[in-house]
Nanobody
């Protein structure tokens, strides 16, 4: 029902910005809550941000709040993650995911993108 493809990752210096994009296909995109997660080597996948189906409600991990902004455009089937003031600790593979509810829990997401690498140098 939903296919997700992330893009926009790359190598940036600490303090820089990067904008990730997740392109979704499927007519039911607007009915899903969307989330961004990240996973560093040897670490568990962790919640970054989420946005509900309407786009009116957003949620952030404490580590990124105030620096990252999640947004969605249902007409364009796109969810974005604007990342500002990047830190080396933000280095990870970032994944876009879709859920039937808005949630911070990875197991409750049923569709996942392939991931895009974000590397922040000090």
């Amino acid at each position: 029902q939903v296919q997700l493809v992330e893009s926009g990752g790359g190598l940036v210096q600490a303090g820089g910005s990067l904008r990730l994009s997740c392109a979704a296909s499927g007519r039911t995109f607007s009915s899903y809550g969307m989330g961004w997660f990240r996973q560093a080597p040897g670490k568990e996948r962790e919640f970054v941000a989420a946005i509900d189906w309407s786009g009116d409600n957003t949620y952030y991990a404490g580590s990124v709040k105030g620096r990252f902004i999640i947004s969605r455009d249902n007409a364009k089937n796109t969810v974005n993650l604007q990342m500002n003031s990047l830190k080396p600790e933000d280095t990870a593979v970032y994944y876009c995911a879709a859920s039937t509810i808005v949630t911070r829990v990875p197991r409750e997401y049923i569709y996942w993108g392939q991931g895009t690498q974000v590397t922040v140098s000090s």
